[in-house]
């Protein structure tokens, strides 16, 4: 159903990255650019009919990812990886990183109460079933640019990653965890924690910014807590202008999915 559809959107959405990677486009680069642009907004909206809080959440993290990066760039650390060009697949592909909740069943991914600890079990499939069909779909296609597969394969699988090694799928720490997965994994944290879901209500951008300073070096890559901080005010203002859909029928809040284990 819509997972099978999702994949090949992303191989559609991949090949044209790399066309215009290496330029190869078709026709030209407005075109190839506005072709990879509808199938993002295909993308997002496909995963918004299956999660209502998704659609909102990836254009505000993608948003955020050019902030972040751009400031991450002037770190001579970081500076080799995020190119102009890097910057600009991260900004592309990073709507794909919650992909795999299509796969995720409704009723838990609508769930008002507490997950259980089967629940969150098969919450966490969302970032290892996509590798499964969507890297076997890729492998079989021939597709072959490295860059923009690796970037792809790190959104979707370790932006749930921790720094001190306690995240998931693959328990990985620190520099082991890759760069994009570690941009996702702050973006994706403080989006979720700012927003309206139907198991609790939004926190402060202060409060969200406090509980990810507070885990420098702890969740999160202390290198990019520190970019984003230098942007949190553009980052706020982002959040002010793509807001979430209203949200009806919220019952008791259930502890949040970034918090749990």
Known sequence: ????????????????QIAYNKNLALQDDLTSTNTRQFILNALTSLTSIHDVDTGAHVLRVQHHSKLLCNALASD?????????????????????????????????LRKNGSLT??????????????????????????????TSLRIARDIILTHHERWNGSGYPGG???????????????LDVYDAMVSKRAYKEPMSHHSALEFITKNRGIHFDPRVVDAFVQVEEEIRQINTEVEDPLLVGVQQPRKPEWIIG
């Open 1 to 16: 159903g819509y997972y099978v559809v999702a994949v090949g959107m992303i191989l559609l959405l991949l090949e044209g």
């Open 76 to 108: 001579p650390q970081y500076h080799q990886f995020l190119t102009p060009k890097t910057i600009q697949v991260i900004y592309e592909l990073i709507p794909i990183h919650d992909i795999g909740k299509i796969s995720v069943p409704d009723h838990i």
């Open 117 to 146: 600890p089967e629940e969150f079990e098969i919450i966490k499939t969302h970032v290892t079933i996509p590798k499964k069909a969507l890297f076997e779909a890729i492998r079989s296609s021939g597709i072959k640019d490295e």
């Open 172 to 186: 990985l720490s620190g520099e082991n965890i890759p760069m994009a997965g570690r941009i996702v994994a702050v």
